[in-house]
Antibody
Framework: EVQLLESGGGLEQPGGSLRLSCAASGFTFNTYAMAWVRQPPGKGLEWVSSISGSGDRTSYGDSVKGRFTISRDNSRNTVSLQMNSLRAEDTAVYYC??????????????WGQGTLVTVSS | EIVLTQSPATLSLSPGERATLSCRASQTVNIYLAWYQQKPGQAPRLLIYDASKRASGIPARFSGSGSGTDFTLTISSLEPEDFAVYYCQQRANWPPVTFGGGTKVEIK
């Protein structure tokens, strides 16, 4: 059974940093791309970032480019999102999601339950 | 960036009725459109990808159609568990991957 468990969310001040992690199990991790998608409270979904199965290709949404960094550790079956220079508009539930293939397809077939990030002073 | 517009914003129907949800893209996405279901307090779930392919484990009452800029998600006969918010998502021209604003299917 595929399982994705996010951690690392919490309250952070504007300008601060947080690192989210997602622990994956139930599938051969290094053969699937992964993604982060966020959802502000009461609003819709926004794609944040994706990383290929090997980790050599990454992509970002414009609103986080230059501030967020996605990475993965295939030896530990984890994908991470380093979030710097946080803004109030980054407040959201952050979901980790599994892609359909090793190369990024952006077909997200399994999602974690999410972790809440709140940016506020 | 491709903008996806979903309509209606809210659909009020009774169990057993047919639901028809629309997603329109600001430019062609070929067939590279997916649909997700999200229930309150839960993560999204993939229903349909590449316009018409059902994801693993998705009941046959869910079907998708369309290509280019106009897409439809149809639920042939609503079950109580189908009342939720539905999002379309394009992957034709990315980054960025974009989502529609959602359609809420509520009990009438």
């Amino acid at each position: 059974e595929v399982q994705l468990l996010e951690s690392g969310g919490g309250l952070e001040q504007p300008g601060g940093s947080l690192r989210l992690s997602c622990a994956a199990s139930g599938f051969t991790f290094n053969t699937y791309a992964m993604a982060w998608v966020r959802q502000p409270p009461g609003k819709g979904l926004e794609w944040v970032s994706s990383i290929s199965g090997s980790g050599d290709r990454t992509s970002y949404g414009d609103s986080v480019k230059g501030r967020f960094t996605i990475s993965r550790d295939n030896s530990r079956n984890t994908v991470s999102l380093q979030m710097n220079s946080l803004r109030a508009e980054d407040t959201a539930v952050y979901y980790c999601a599994k892609d359909f293939q090793s190369l990024v397809t952006a077909i997200l077939d399994f999602w974690g339950q999410g972790t809440l990030v709140t940016v506020s002073s | 960036e491709i903008v996806l517009t979903q309509s209606p914003a809210t659909l009020s129907l009774s169990p057993g009725e047919r639901a028809t949800l629309s997603c329109r893209a600001s430019q062609t996405v070929n067939i590279y459109l997916a649909w997700y279901q999200q229930k309150p307090g839960q993560a999204p779930r993939l229903l349909i990808y590449d316009a018409s392919k059902r994801a693993s484990g998705i009941p046959a009452r869910f079907s998708g159609s369309g290509s280019g800029t106009d897409f439809t998600l149809t639920i042939s006969s609503l079950e109580p568990e189908d009342f939720a918010v539905y999002y379309c998502q394009q992957r034709a021209n990315w980054p960025p991957v974009t989502f529609g604003g959602g359609t809420k299917v509520e009990i009438k």
